[in-house]
Structures are given as C-alpha cells and as structure tokens.
C-alpha cells in the first residue's frame, strides 16, 4: 500500500509520497522501502506520474513502461486526460512485447469465476434475504429446504440485478462492445480437453446450483456487459495511477487519476476514470488530493473519521430487528400492508415503520456530521492551501504523509506506510524540480 498527497494552488504542486512497497508471497508478506512512486516526465512537460497499488502490469514494471512511453511523446504537449489516455493506449498496442494471450487468458478465467462465485453467495441471499441462516446452515442445508423452482429463480434474479449494476457503468471506448463479442467467440470456441472456456467456468463455479438455457444465457449476456461496460474480467490487483500537474495551455494546476486491472486483448481495463481541477476559493485556487492511504490525513483535515463514523452509526442502528428483504422490500411490505385491512398487520406496520426510520435517522446523522466537518474544517484548510507559497505547501504535503505513516506504526499495523518520503514541486516556470528524494 501507500500514502501520498498533492496539494495545489494558484502558484503551483506540491507532491509527496512514501517509498515503502510490500510484497506478497505464499510465505508472507516483507516490506521495502526503496521504492520511487513518483515518475516525472522530462521536458518541455510539467507533468509527474504518481503510482500506487500493485507496481506491474502483468509482470512488467510500470516505470519501466512509463519511461518506454515518455520517449514517444516527444514534444508535443496535451491535457491531463491526453497524457492519462496516450499511456493507456500505449500500453495496449505495446502488450506483445512482454506478455502473452494465454497469460491474459489465464486472468480473465481466475476474474470470470471469481464474479460467479460472488454471483453464488448472492443467489443465497436472495434465497434468505438475510445472512445469519445461510452462515449457520450452509448451502446443503438451504437447498435441501427450498424447492428447485424458487432457487432458480432466486440465482436467475441475483444475476440480472448484477448485470443491472454493471450496465449503468459507464462506457469510456465505444470499441468495446465488439471486442467482447469477438473474445468471448474465440473463448467459445476452444477446446474444452486443452483450454477453459465460459461455459466450463460456469458449470464450475455454479457446482450446488441450479443451471437452466435461462440462467446460462443471463450469465452469458453478464460476461459480455463486463467487458463492454469496461467492468475488468482480468483478475489482477488494483493499480492506481495519478498524472499530476499542467496541461498544455493550462494556468491552473489539476490531476487526472485511473485505476488499472490488467488488459484485455489490446485494451488496458480501466475501472475508473477521474479528473480535478484546483477549486476557486475567493481570490485564489486549491487542490487537494489524497491517494490511497489517507484516513489519519483525512481525519486531521476534516476533524473526524468516516469510517469510525459509520461504524458508531451502525452500532446504535444496528440492534433494531431488520424487516425479511431489507429495506426496499420493507417499504413494499408497508405499502401492501396499507391497502389491507387496517386491524390486520397492525404490529408488522409498526416494525416496519420503526426501521425505516431508524434508518433514515443513520442517514442523517451522517449526512449532517460530513457536512459540519466540511463547513468548519474542510473549507478553512482548502483557503489556508490557496495562500500558502510553495515551499510552505511542499512542507504541509510531506507533514501529512508522515503523520499517516507514523499512525500506522501506532497502530501497530502492518507497515504498508512508510520509508523516505520523496517530495517534489510542479509549477509553470520551473516545471518538475525534486525537493527531497531518498
């Protein structure tokens, strides 16, 4: 993991990054502190690259890529999300040069069965619109007490409202589409003897559930939306790359981020795509943004943590007794219950209604915590950044790195934060110049 900051203004970036780096093994994990997560490109670009989250892109280092890719941009400046774009799909038309389509293959099959093995468990939610049973009983038990006509229709439902969820993503290539039909063409028509295919995944990872032509082809439209929503199939663990700095033409400092998962036949799979621009504060401008690691930073900044916030919420929330089927269900139950008999339902009406508002009161209390900290926090930290100078920004983003680090080591944790903090100043005259790098 890792923690970094960039913080901006009218005069310019101020970046700051840890340089600890950990590795997983079947033996453990072991951290170093050597890594450089924060990649300039040279001139004439004001541009620097900050990396977070797995540091390879099946197999290959990402700086290594980068720095293969920077000498193709030569001299001609863009935006923000030009840069972003232009790696991305360098990345995808350079794949051959150091990976292989049966290692890709090989992500897609692990990520393909992991969606239907989530599909499975919430098939059995359907079926029990709740955890506890499901937990104490597992799935023998549950299916030895339902008959086959409701189970099928509870994992025939599970799929739809995934693939609902997964179609109202967005679409960022309009080439996707049809190169999920040509994957998943040359998936089917493998040999099963050599080679996995969707329908051996699926007839795996569906082992104790119902399967019918209905559920196979609803499954099947789900695989092709996952490619064509830009949903990755690949499998891999997250990488996050943030392109701070100037575009061309830009007086104002802004960040473009992207989270990658891997490839795809030529194309990079992308689960998010954001940008920022620094915030007009009166006179002046701001930009803050955190990358990975942020909680203490956050908390610091805000005045409050989110997610101890919730936490709490959910302890006085929680000991309330929960309609069966949740909420939406329970607001459809209270509406049948109204048009019924008034005398009948009585005590189910009055649970009801006391749930949801219990639930909405979680709601708002959160709603209005977030909202004060922001008013009385947030909004004073974003005005003093507007008018800080850069070497006193430079020294606000290397504090908040290391107070982040040092609460991890508090805390006891696992030192995934840490090491030399490498900083480093983005601005219009000078364009990239390091501050403090290990």
């Not at 935006?79 to 292989?100: A, F, K």
């Not at 439902?157 to 967005?170: K, M, N, Y």
């Not at 559920?215 to 790359?241: C, K």
């Not at 900290?373 to 430079?394: C, G, H, Q, V, Y």
């Amino acid at each position: 993991m890792t923690s970094q900051l960039i913080l901006g203004n009218g005069n310019g970036l101020a970046l700051a990054s840890d340089s600890a780096t950990t590795l997983l093994t079947p033996e453990g994990s072991r951290t170093y502190e050597d890594a450089t997560k924060i990649c300039p490109l040279p001139e004439p670009h004001p541009v620097a690259i900050l990396q977070a989250g797995t540091v390879d892109l099946l197999g290959m280092p990402l700086g290594v890529l980068i720095n293969q890719w920077q000498a193709s941009l030569g001299g001609l400046r863009m935006s923000l999300e030009g840069y972003r774009d232009s790696l991305l799909s360098w990345l995808g038309h350079n794949l051959d040069n150091w990976t292989t389509q049966n290692a890709m293959d090989d992500q897609a099959y692990k990520a393909l069965r992991n969606e239907l093995l989530r599909l499975k468990r919430g098939s059995l939610l359907v079926l029990r619109g709740g955890v506890e049973e499901l937990l104490e009983g597992g799935l023998d038990a549950l299916l030895a007490t339902l008959p086959e006509e409701k189970h099928h229709d509870a994992t025939l439902r599970a799929i739809q409202e995934r693939s609902e969820w997964v179609a109202g993503s967005l679409v960022f290539d309009p080439a996707l589409p049809p190169m999920a039909d040509g994957l998943f063409d040359r998936l089917g028509s493998r040999s099963q003897e050599n080679s996995w295919t969707p329908d051996s995944v699926i007839a795996s990872a569906f082992e104790g559930l119902p399967q019918s032509e209905q559920i196979d082809q609803a499954i099947h439209e789900l695989f092709h939306l996952m490619v064509g929503r830009n949903y990755s199939i690949t499998g891999i663990p997250l990488t996050h790359l943030t392109f701070a700095g100037y575009g061309s033409d830009e007086l104002i400092p802004s960040v473009a981020s992207v989270d990658i998962e891997g490839a795809m036949e030529n194309h990079i799979a992308r689960s998010s795509l954001s940008t920022k621009n620094a915030k007009r504060l009166g006179v002046g401008f701001a930009l803050y943004q955190p990358v990975a690691q942020h909680d203490t930073i956050e908390m610091i900044i805000s005045g409050h943590n989110p997610k101890l916030l919730q936490d709490a919420i959910r302890d006085v929330v929680g000991p309330y007794p929960v309609p069966s089927g949740g909420r939406a269900e329970a607001e459809g139950d209270l509406e049948d219950i109204s048009d019924s008999d008034p005398d009948e339902g009585a005590d189910e009406r009055g649970a009801i209604e006391e749930w949801n508002k219990v639930q909405q009161w979680g709601e708002e209390v959160f709603e209005r915590a977030i909202a004060l900290s922001d008013r009385k926090n947030t909004r004073k930290f974003m005005r003093t950044i507007a008018a800080l100078e850069i070497p006193s920004l430079t020294d606000t983003a290397k504090s908040l790195v290391a107070v982040e680090a040092l609460s991890k080591e508090l805390q006891a944790a696992q030192p995934t934060v840490g090491g030399n903090i490498d900083v480093a100043t983005i601005t219009l005259a000078d364009g990239f110049r390091w501050v403090g790098q290990q």
